[in-house]
Structure formats: C-alpha cells, structure tokens
C-alpha cells in the first residue's frame, strides 16, 4: 500500500488550500485516515483525523484545536482517500504534512498504519 498526498504549495495568510490523499495497492478495510504536519525542529503533530465512512458505526473525527472551525477533513473509503480543505490559512499552519492511514490489506494480515511522503503547505503573510 502506497499514500500520495496532493495539493501543497503556497498560499496567502486566509487563503484555502485543499490536500487530498489516495491510498493505493491492496486494501480490505479503513480504520482510519488523517494528517500530521511536521515544521523544522519540531516533532510531528496531528492536525485531523477521521474515521468517518471507513466504519460502519463509529464517526469519529478529531482536529488539533488550533485548526477547529478553519479545517475540514473527509474521508471516502469508495475511493480510498482522504482530504483536508483548510480555510483561512494562518501562518503558523505552514509546514510539511503528512496523510497517515491505518489498514488492513487483507481480512487475516492484521491492521498498520502507513505515511504518504509529505506535502509542503506554505502560507505566506
């Protein structure tokens, strides 16, 4: 299973970007899918994560507080993907991010959890 992340790129302080991204290869089921953003010097954090539509019952969702009310994240397990629609940009929202999904690729492999190669978010003041 491979992640591609798409949509980085700069932007200006309030602008919106949207990153989308798509898990490819084998996979049975989603537990869940989300994104992490990592700057310089500092270890990686969570930004959002959503389990919506990838279980049956449980649609958790969860945003580092710093994004609540600015981000969106979805998710589509039709299509394997997940995507962060960010609004009103700030610029301590720059970094690289990360889309991180938990897995399983079959029914008896058991679940892991994979990391797309990052995509760089750069909101410019």
């Known amino acids: 299973v491979q992640l591609q992340a798409s949509g980085g790129g700069l932007v200006q302080v309030g602008g919106s970007q949207r990153l989308s991204c798509v898990a490819s290869?084998?996979?049975?089921?989603?537990?869940?899918m989300g994104w992490y953003r990592q700057v310089p010097g500092n270890q990686r954090e969570l930004v959002a994560l959503t389990k919506y539509d990838f279980t049956p019952t449980d649609k958790f969702t969860n945003y580092t507080d710093s994004v609540k009310g600015r981000f969106t994240i979805t998710g589509s397990f039709l299509a394997k993907a997940v995507y962060l629609q960010m609004d009103r940009l700030m610029p301590e929202d720059s970094g690289t991010y990360f889309c991180?999904?938990?897995?399983?690729?079959?029914?008896?492999?058991?679940?892991?959890?994979?990391w797309g190669p990052g995509t760089l978010v750069t909101v410019s003041s």
């Open positions: 991180t999904a938990e897995l399983w690729e079959r029914e008896d492999s058991g679940k892991r959890t994979y």
């Open positions: 290869g084998r996979v049975f089921a989603i537990n869940y």
